[in-house]
């Protein structure tokens, strides 16, 4: 397919639980729209497979080793001459993943509360994305990608593990403000085998930019008086599957 000829650089970023498809989407929509990808890069993390083992003991570690990488992929990706595609955000690792940790007791309230101070000064010096897309999915979605996936550290996952961030996910992306959101029916996508899913998914996202561009003007002459500054100009929408 022809790359799509933006008339901006966009940076579009997708969210969701282990298994959500993330790495999928964002290989195939990059594909369709010759846009750069930037994928999660989990298997370098040399803490990941002793976490799975020892939350307690390699929690904070690991959960430090995402943050600075995820920080890395951001900044490199705002410097990309082209519209790039994430796999998954670095706002994830601390709304869900390490408040998860700490609310379980894997991390305690002194190493949350220094990684949330340095997730949220770092992150107050990065742009958002133009879009968030969050694949919404059930446990039984999650837990039979996972295992068509077949990584080792990733065996002793339990559904209960999935539930509770799932939960998060939706606490998350609920309160989510910081540029618009496309939530997607993960349990009734299939973007690889239907072309005609993942071209309504690509042609949503479009839709969702060119229309945030051209409202772009309206925005700067700003929002009505009293609006809180995070909830100015987000929308979130939920793309149905026919």
Excluded at 7 to 24: H, L
Excluded at 124 to 149: F, G, K, N
Aim: hydrophobic share 40%; net charge negative.
């Amino acid at each position: 397919m022809t790359p799509y000829q933006a008339s901006a650089r966009f940076f579009i970023a997708i969210a969701g639980n282990i298994g959500a498809g993330k790495s999928t989407l964002t290989a195939l929509l990059a594909r369709r729209l010759g846009w750069t990808p930037f994928f999660e890069a989990v298997d370098d993390n040399p803490y990941l497979a002793d976490f799975y083992q020892d939350m307690p003991r390699w929690a904070f570690h690991s959960q430090i080793y995402f943050l600075s990488r995820r920080l890395r992929h951001h900044r490199d990706l705002l410097n990309q001459p082209t519209s790039v595609v994430q796999d998954r955000t670095v706002y994830e690792d601390a709304e869900v993943f390490a408040r998860n940790l700490y609310e379980q007791g894997a991390l305690s309230a002194r190493e949350y509360h220094s990684y949330r101070e340095l997730y949220e000064v770092l992150t107050s010096l990065l742009p958002p994305p133009d879009l968030v897309v969050y694949l919404r999915t059930s446990v039984d979605t999650l837990l039979r990608h996972i295992a068509q996936r077949g990584r080792d550290f990733e065996r002793d996952i339990s559904p209960a593990y999935l539930s509770r961030l799932n939960a998060l996910y939706e606490d998350w992306i609920r309160d989510f403000t910081l540029c618009p959101v496309l939530v997607l029916p993960a349990d009734e996508l299939d973007v690889v085998q239907d072309e005609g899913h993942l071209g309504l998914v690509a042609a949503r996202i479009l839709d969702r930019l060119n229309s945030a561009q051209e409202r772009a003007p309206e925005r700067s002459e700003g929002p009505p008086e009293g609006t809180p500054p995070r909830l100015r100009c987000v929308q979130h929408d939920n793309l149905a599957i026919r």
